[in-house]
């Protein structure tokens, strides 16, 4: 190494190649390569092996591709589904006051109650139905008890009267009715 070399440092020894069996450096930087873990050449694969190996990549690839649509679908469907529940939520105070127009008789005939009818029924093609039924026995997931009273002819708790319907979609319960609970003395 020349004594002018900028690059060379005086204080670091220098080390120079030593000549392997083969003679050269190129072959021994090869060897010391080979030897510093350097990924070894895969094996071979024979025609029919890649094609099992394709064709098994195309059916995981197919199984994936099935299974990404049905949770596209399912996901389609429920994001559908709590759209129109949103809708029914934010309707029921319209349909509690057509029920208190009924209770006081202003919807006896005429068009605003034909305008209430059509209303209801067209909520009830979206799956909305009411939960108001009296006599039936205390259910504390579609009854919310406000007052209960005792009484002698009941002997388990039961819905005596309905105090605001509520109402459902399918299984699902929208807002539970506001009862009053005959309870046995």
């Given at each position: 190494m020349p004594e002018n070399d900028p690059v060379a440092d005086p204080a670091e020894p220098v080390v120079e190649p030593a000549a392997t069996p083969n003679g050269d450096a190129l072959s021994q930087a090869e060897e010391i390569l080979n030897g510093l873990g350097t990924p070894e050449a895969e094996p071979v694969k024979t025609g029919a092996e890649e094609a099992a190996e394709l064709k098994n990549d195309l059916l995981r690839l197919q199984a994936e591709y099935v299974n990404y649509r049905k949770r596209v679908e399912r996901d389609r469907a429920?994001?559908?589904?709590?759209?129109?529940?949103?809708?029914?939520?934010?309707?029921l105070p319209v349909l509690d006051d057509i029920d208190a127009g009924r209770a006081h008789g202003d919807l006896v005939d005429g068009p605003f109650a034909a305008i209430a009818t059509k209303l209801e029924a067209a909520l009830a093609t979206y799956g909305l139905e009411r939960i108001d039924a009296t006599g039936v026995p205390f259910d504390p997931t579609v009854h919310e008890a406000l007052i209960q009273q005792p009484a002698a002819d009941v002997e388990v708790d039961t819905v005596s009267q309905v105090l605001r319907n509520g109402y459902k979609s399918g299984e699902r319960i929208l807002r539970a009715a506001q009862v009053v609970v005959a309870v046995p003395e």
């Open positions: 429920v994001a559908g589904q709590m759209a129109v529940i949103g809708v029914l939520n934010s309707l």
